[in-house]
């Protein structure tokens, strides 16, 4: 048996020097970690652990960074993130083969969600960066009225700790990387300790890129370690914390940054629903094979290992001995294997922790009365391999039910009408993803009711990660914040600062101090300015007024004015 991963520390490394195995700065470093491969246990890299003053060092660095990238203008940061999606689409396979070989996933996935994802959310981040984050004038009828113009800019928050998990290395860390760089703050960048190999190779990218931009290489500091270090580095000076990892270490990173006033954005982990219906319209065991279809490919991608996966699968009381029987055929033919075989459906979990932690919610689930119909074995031999795993009859309260498991395991429960199947899917501490399959009426209609915020119809919300123009955000136990892609994330990471200036100043009958001040009467000034506000906020006159001639007249002298 393969030794489980050894802890991958290494040092603070900038994405300039990116040191292999060069040991941390002075007596504060201490022992190293390894990256090795899930499949076969071979080491890939070794690197020195950081120590606490390290991390410190580097957040100083990103400090000084970030000052100088808050100045670079927003077409110089949008090239940057065009430049690195160029380099990882002209470097796709090699990399793609580094993320299989430190992950296990297999080469497809590895190209299309961790690297196609990656460049698309890149190219989306520069396309719509500029603009979301621009300059712009403010618009208010009143104080227009009152002739005030008001303005907002953007601003970064400074220093962005990005902390990662390993299931999409490439990935995920590019969802939290490009709005933070897009928005001018410099990032501290700590991956999972089982993902170290991958984060060298996009550091790399990024060192490069920045330098072809004239931005500081301090831009982006790598930072492998473990959990310590990422305690460690929420303990550090930083303006903002991006997680992407379990519940249980996302909530830690919160409460603590909460109580010291650190904005968090969670992304965390799911246990995510597909709900068959009933009613499929036409041919009902044809849409009865395309969802099961579906449900296995959510099920077992990435070897089973995705917050957004198909965890429950809810069926009819009526179906439930068709579907287990097409699941169980269509599992028991899933090959697992090596994941640079290109006949290999399924490849290695990434620990031995992983693996038994996934052992245990199957032991349990068959402990309480549960049928495993096929898997639940841990096979003989090297590499943390599990074989898809289906389960019948499972009671409520299981682990499998109330936990997240991250593994190629699927339990089918019946339910008797749509209500039920609502009950049940919602009965999760988390809510992340879910995916309905039947008539779209009815399916829209049960989708409203469901608690997780992604929700698609006869299809998977999973793969709505891969589409950056779709925000992808959990709540409850599954995300806090405003998730990642999209514009939302954009602002979470800058602050919008508002400026008003006042013109009338300028203006000889208008130099007098705001004129309802003087009036003498409150009661009378404050009915006034009511009814300013009124009309200028509501009534059909200004409706009319304000598209057409006031605004164009206003805004004109406005960027005269700025
Ligand atoms: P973990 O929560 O164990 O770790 C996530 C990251 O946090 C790692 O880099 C880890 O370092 C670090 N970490 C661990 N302890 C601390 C601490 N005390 N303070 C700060 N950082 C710490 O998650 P996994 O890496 O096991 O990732 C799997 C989880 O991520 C699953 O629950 C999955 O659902 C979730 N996930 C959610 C996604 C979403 O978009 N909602 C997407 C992908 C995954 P180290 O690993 O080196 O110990």
Redesign the pocket.
């Known amino acids: 048996m393969h030794e489980p991963h050894a ?3 290494a040092p603070p490394a900038t994405a300039a020097s990116l040191p292999d195995d060069v040991t941390p700065s002075g007596a504060c470093a201490s022992g190293a970690l390894i990256a090795r491969n899930p499949a076969t246990g071979d080491e890939i890299r070794r690197v020195p652990r950081p120590s606490a003053c390290d991390v410190h060092a580097a957040i100083a660095r990103a400090r000084l960074a970030s000052v100088c990238l808050a100045q670079a203008p927003l077409s110089v940061r949008a090239r940057l993130l065009r430049r690195i999606a160029d380099a990882l689409e002209s470097n796709a396979e090699p990399l793609a083969r580094r993320v299989v070989a430190e992950s296990g996933k297999t080469l497809a996935h590895a190209l299309e969600a961790d690297l196609a994802g990656a460049i698309a959310v890149l190219r989306h981040t520069a396309r719509i960066g500029p603009h979301a984050l621009s300059e712009r004038q403010e618009w208010s009828p009143a104080g227009a009225l009152l002739g005030r113009l008001h303005r907002s800019e953007s601003r970064p928050l400074g220093v962005v700790a990005l ?6 290395p490439m990935g ?1 860390v590019v ?1 939290g990387l490009a709005p933070a760089l897009m928005a001018g703050n410099a990032v501290v960048f ?6 170290i190999d991958c984060a060298y190779a996009l550091a790399e990218i990024v060192a490069d890129s920045l330098r072809a931009c004239s931005l500081p290489q301090d831009a982006l500091t790598l930072l ?8 460690i ?2 303990d550090g000076a930083i303006d903002h914390c991006l ?8 909530r ?2 919160r409460d ?1 940054l909460t109580a010291r006033g650190i904005s968090t954005s ?5 246990s995510c629903p597909l709900i068959l219906l009933e009613n499929r319209g036409g041919d009902r065991q044809a849409a009865l094979q395309t969802a099961l279809s579906y449900a296995l490919f959510g099920r077992l991608a990435n070897n089973g ?4 996966a198909v965890k429950r699968l809810y069926v009819p009381r009526a179906d439930v001995p068709a579907v287990l029987a097409a699941l169980e055929t269509a599992m028991r033919a899933v090959r697992l294997g090596p994941p640079l075989d290109s006949a290999t459906h399924v490849g290695p979990l ?1 620990s031995d922790r ?1 693996r038994a932690t996934l052992h245990a919610q199957i032991e349990d689930a068959r402990a309480r009365g549960a049928r495993i119909l096929c898997g639940g074995v841990i096979p003989e031999g090297p590499g943390w391999y599990y074989p898809p795993t289906l389960l019948s009859d499972v009671p409520p309260g299981a682990r499998v039910l109330t936990e ?1 498991t ?1 593994g190629p395991a699927l339990p089918v429960i019946a339910y008797d009408d749509a209500s039920h199947a609502v009950a049940l899917a919602n009965d999760s501490p988390y809510a ?1 993803t879910a995916s309905v399959f039947g008539d779209p009426q009815e399916a829209a209609a049960l989708a409203r009711q469901l608690t997780a915020p992604l929700v698609a119809i006869n299809d998977l919300a999973l793969l709505n ?1 891969s589409l950056p123009q779709i925000p ?3 709540r409850q136990d ?2 806090w914040g405003a ?2 892609h999209g514009a939302p994330i954009l602002d979470a990471l800058s602050e919008r600062r508002y400026y008003s200036r006042n013109v009338t100043i300028r203006w000889p009958f208008l130099r007098k101090p705001p004129w309802h001040l003087h009036r003498g009467d409150c009661a009378q000034d404050a009915a006034f300015s009511a009814r300013v506000l009124a009309f200028t906020g509501g009534s059909p006159f200004w409706r009319w007024l304000r598209p057409s001639l006031a605004r164009g007249f206003f805004q004109r002298r406005a960027s005269r004015q700025w």
């Not at 969670?266 to 799911?270: N, P, R």
């Not at 290992?305 to 957004?308: D, P």
């Open positions: 802890r991958i520390s902390i990662t998990p390993w299931n999409y995920i969802s700590k991956p999972s300790e089982l993902a492998p370690g473990d959990g310590a270090v990422g305690e580095l929420t997680f992407t990892g379990s519940a249980a270490v996302g830690r990173v603590k969670l992304e965390l982990g799911g290992q995705a917050c957004g990434i992983q997240e991250f992340l990660y992808w955000r959990g599954s995300g998730g990642v």
